[in-house]
């Protein structure tokens, strides 16, 4: 797993002076990068579950151990892959890109 966690500042130059403003513009929406393996009888219906998800856009919410993520409440699937591993019956490699999900304002 891995998290991308970013604010966005800006720098405003100030006329006549020689040093500038920062201004916080806000927290860019969190990232999360998930790689895992589905294994067993159940792995093609878990991964059915999560293509649909993927392909409907829908926020869909989190709860995690994880305390980096106890924050972050609902999240949209940004990209999703999966590849069957060679070899083994019902064992699947996936790599998840997770974003916070933001409502329209």
């Known amino acids: 797993m ?7 500042i800006v720098e405003l130059d ?19 990068y998930i790689y895992g393996e589905f294994v067993g009888n ?3 219906a878990a991964i059915s ?3 649909s998800k993927f392909e409907s856009s829908e926020s869909v919410n989190i709860s995690s151990d ?3 993520l106890e924050d972050l409440g609902k ?4 990209q999703f892959s999966i590849e ?3 070899g083994s019956v019902n064992r699947y ?6 974003k916070e999900y933001t409502s329209p304002q």
């Open 2 to 8: 891995k998290l991308l966690d970013r604010r966005s």
């Open 14 to 32: 100030i006329p006549g002076s020689d040093g500038g403003l920062l201004q916080d513009m806000g927290a860019v929406p969190v990232e999360v």
């Open 42 to 44: 159940n792995a093609p």
């Open 49 to 51: 579950s999560l293509k």
């Open 66 to 68: 994880v305390s980096s």
């Open 75 to 78: 999240v949209r699937i940004d």
């Open 84 to 86: 069957q591993v060679a």
């Open 93 to 98: 490699r996936y790599h998840i890109v997770l």
